[in-house]
């Protein structure tokens, strides 16, 4: 699994792996460090749930971070204005190189490499360069999702503020369409410049599956960034070396992709349950998701109806609600999955706004 799609897709194993090896204590100083000032507990306390949002933060402190990283790590003065009281303070600084900050924004505004979880036309997926990352705490109290374009940056929470678990909400669910919302809006009149690519790196090709330089075995091949002083051993690789340890996974992607009688719908899952939002009903679109690229077209078939026929292996579809069973066809091969899509039931909020704390 690369960094870069366990971080678009919000994965935690490898996150809690990752922070397993820096160490908690190395994490914690750097929330410090990026303004969390409500995280006082021991690094002992937090244990490898930190990476996973253990600690209690508030919206304020993640937009004050995020508009470090919006900014490369940059400082800048901050203004706040709640009711008549006026406040200025700056944001945190971070020596960190911008190279860093910039491979950053480039993963979290990758629209594709998010779209194993979210797909490539969701909630999260902007007219223009958009970096953005979503987030939901423990039995669902509270959802998250924070990002930012070259002009602005937008925090968004949504929960109960007696918090109360909301039922299954998360934060692509909760939050993401008002930060959604509240983006198109900022960037009405005038749309943002697009980031940067990280300054110094190299694009090159490599092997979806095993992360390394293409072989002519390699059935997937995408592009990723490389600092400079890594081209000549990514140059250097001949073949696809691997440990023991990975050959069972292999071969489980092999077999998924490559079985002769049956295909891997990978979204939407067996007996997934879907919202729709009333006032979204013609926006919330659901894609349609094979393991592997099929050598024959695809025909998608829901409830018995054929919806297209495609050389690809995904096609998208506007939610509507039912049961719904889903099957795909290339050649000789076929898998189908059943989900549901229900009706979300729109409770009246209340009027103004209050800042507050996760509970």
Excluded at 228 to 237: F, I, L, N, S, T
Excluded at 279 to 287: A, I
Excluded at 336 to 349: D, G, H, I, M, N
Aim: glycine fraction near 6%; charged fraction near 20%.
């Amino acid at each position: 699994m690369r960094v870069r799609l366990a971080l678009a897709n919000s994965l935690n194993v490898p996150a809690v792996r990752v922070l397993e090896k820096m160490g908690v204590q190395t994490f914690l100083d750097r929330l410090h460090q990026l303004g969390f000032e409500h995280l006082t507990q021991s690094a002992e306390y937090y244990g490898l749930g930190l990476t996973l949002g253990s600690g209690e933060v508030s919206l304020w402190e993640l937009a004050k971070a995020y508009v470090t990283m919006a900014r490369q790590g940059q400082p800048t003065y901050i203004v706040t204005r709640l009711d008549s009281t006026t406040q200025t303070n700056k944001s945190p600084y971070l020596p960190t190189s911008g190279v860093t900050w910039q491979l950053m924004t480039d993963m979290l505004s990758d629209r594709h490499a998010r779209a194993t979880v979210f797909g490539v036309d969701s909630i999260l997926s902007l007219p223009f360069s958009a970096a953005v990352k979503t987030g939901t705490s423990s039995n669902f109290r509270d959802t998250w999702t924070v990002g930012f374009t070259t002009d602005y940056t937008v925090a968004t929470w949504v929960g109960n503020f007696d918090g109360d678990p909301m039922r299954q909400v998360s934060g692509v669910m909760g939050a993401a369409p008002l930060w959604n919302r509240i983006m198109l809006h900022l960037h009405e009149h005038q749309e943002p410049a697009s980031f940067p690519p990280p300054k110094g790196m190299v694009q090159l090709p490599i092997c979806a599956i095993s992360g390394l330089r293409p072989t002519p075995d390699c059935s997937s091949v995408v592009q990723e960034y490389f600092y400079a002083q890594d081209v000549g051993d990514y140059e250097r690789q001949n073949n696809f070396t691997k440990s023991s340890e990975y050959d069972e996974w292999l071969a489980r992607q092999n077999q998924s992709s490559m079985s002769s009688d049956k295909l891997k719908i990978v979204s939407p899952h067996q007996n997934d349950v879907f919202l729709l939002y009333p006032d979204e009903k013609t926006k919330q679109r659901l894609e349609f998701k094979l393991a592997g690229t099929p050598t024959a077209p695809v025909e998608w078939w829901l409830n018995g109806q054929k919806l297209a026929t495609n050389s690809s292996d995904s096609v998208f579809w506007t939610l509507r609600p039912g049961r719904w069973t889903l099957e795909a066809k290339s050649g000789e091969m076929s898998g189908k999955v059943s989900f549901q899509v229900e009706l979300a039931s729109v409770k009246p909020t209340r009027r103004g706004f209050s800042v507050g704390y996760s509970h």
